[in-house]
């Protein structure tokens, strides 16, 4: 399946981006450049939630790097365009693009029409030079770890360093990684949270599961941007809520 995903993002004639109507959009530059970052950065965040666990020598604890913790750079993002998905919400920083893959009721279903294609994304969005993204993917929680249970909690896909070799891959450097409570009508749902680097691109990412399912919220920037726009992608990675 990350083959698969690899080939459409790598295409060098992309489907063309789908504009919400709720969301005012910035014309965005065509270059080469910007759709060689984005495909790449989108691929990274998506291959998180398709590969097997890891091996255990990928690093878990936080390792010595200019990154500060989640606590000290978080933003304000009520001012911000919320995106309402299929069982969840996030909010979009300031003029970044909707490019989420429109719904095609008639791609993917066979002779009988009983079986739709799954979208890639189930949100992506992109600054107007295309160089930072945020993306959310859903996944059924036995696609991340075999089970025959229906996980309920993220908590269910391990702790949070168990978890790490699920939604870290290999080679990163992790900077940071916390346990985040968020109170509901019935109770209190957990999200983990992760941020790290991998060929010179920063990340960062948030995942919680509900009713079997794995919501995972990530945004990504080159490394020299992530000292000015941290803060803003960090937050919209964490505003992710699930419904």
């Given at each position: 399946m990350a083959t698969a995903t690899l080939a459409f993002l790598s295409s060098p004639h992309p489907p063309k981006p789908h504009q919400n109507s709720n969301k005012p959009s910035i014309p965005s530059s065509n270059s080469?450049?910007?759709?060689?970052?984005f495909s790449t950065a989108s691929l990274t965040l998506l291959s998180l939630t398709l590969q097997f666990p890891i091996p255990q020598s990928s690093s878990y604890a936080a390792q010595?790097?200019?990154?500060?913790?989640?606590?000290s750079g978080i933003a304000n993002t009520k001012s911000w365009f919320q995106f309402f998905g299929s069982g969840f919400a996030i909010r979009v920083p300031p003029e970044f693009e909707d490019m989420t893959e429109p719904d095609d009721y008639n791609a993917g279903l066979d002779l009988y029409g009983d079986k739709a294609k799954t979208k890639t994304y189930a949100a992506r969005f992109s600054s107007p030079d295309g160089s930072e993204v945020v993306t959310v993917v859903i996944r059924p929680s036995n696609q991340l770890k075999i089970t025959f249970?229906?996980?309920k909690d993220i908590t269910d896909m391990g702790s949070l360093k168990e978890a790490a070799k699920l939604f870290v891959p290999g080679g990163s450097t992790l900077y940071s990684a916390r346990t985040i409570k968020i109170k509901e009508d019935e109770g209190f749902r957990t999200y983990y949270f992760y941020e790290f680097g991998r060929d010179e691109v920063h990340f960062a990412l948030v995942a919680t599961v509900n009713s079997g399912k794995v919501f995972i919220s990530g945004s990504a920037a080159p490394e020299s941007k992530w000292e000015d726009?941290?803060?803003?992608?960090?937050s919209a990675a964490i505003s992710l809520t699930v419904l």
């Open positions: 080469s450049r910007r759709q060689l970052f010595t790097s200019p990154s500060k913790s989640i606590l249970l229906e996980a726009d941290g803060v803003k992608l960090r």
